[in-house]
Structures are given as structure tokens and as C-alpha cells.
């Protein structure tokens, strides 16, 4: 379903996979609910980085939303656990570091 290539990963929601792609405008409008993204890396780096943070970047991320609310996406991380959605995670804070080129 994702293409690691272009920074994307799968996050499950309620039993079903959901395509995150880490798109300009999706990272943008993290941006502006968020703060600054190279901070918001450096919080993760530094273990720093709050579960709100994590759904909302997911939030903006997710390709499709359908009826989805943001509630069901921190749900999820939750239900899954941080360490399985430190995958997700890593490929979409690996996206903000590289950049568009």
C-alpha cells in the first residue's frame, strides 16, 4: 500500500490500513498547528515528542480521511502502542528532513 520511496507509510485505524503521505500542503498545515517541523524532529529525537504531536502529524499526513475523525487517529496510536508507530513515525520525520530537494 505505501511506497517507502516516497517517504510514505501505513498507519492501522480501527483494524484497517490507512495510507500517510507526507505530501507539501499536508506538511505545511502540520506546520501551522504544530510549530516548526525541524523542532517537532528534534523533540523525537530527543524523546520529547507528546502523543498529540504524533496524531497530529499523522492527521495531516493521512492521504485519505474519509470519515476518519483525528480523535480515532491518537486512538489508534494508543491502541497500538508507540512502538509500533515509531515506524510510521520515523518515515514521516525522515521526509521532513530530507525535504522536496
Do not use: Y
Not at 43 to 58: C, D, K, N, S, Y
Amino acid at each position: 500500500m505505501s511506497n517507502p520511496v516516497r517517504g510514505e507509510a501505513t498507519l492501522t485505524i480501527a483494524g484497517e490500513a490507512h495510507l500517510l503521505r507526507p505530501s507539501f500542503d499536508a506538511l505545511v498545515r502540520a506546520e501551522e498547528e504544530l510549530g516548526s517541523l525541524f523542532a517537532l524532529v528534534d523533540r523525537a529525537g530527543e524523546g520529547q515528542l507528546r502523543l498529540a504531536e504524533i496524531a497530529g502529524l499523522f492527521w495531516h499526513c493521512l492521504a485519505d480521511r474519509g470519515e476518519l475523525t483525528r480523535a480515532e487517529v491518537g486512538q489508534a496510536v494508543l491502541d497500538q502502542g508507540l512502538a509500533a508507530s515509531a515506524a510510521p513515525l520515523r518515515a514521516l520525520l525522515g521526509e521532513i528532513l530530507k525535504g522536496s530537494g
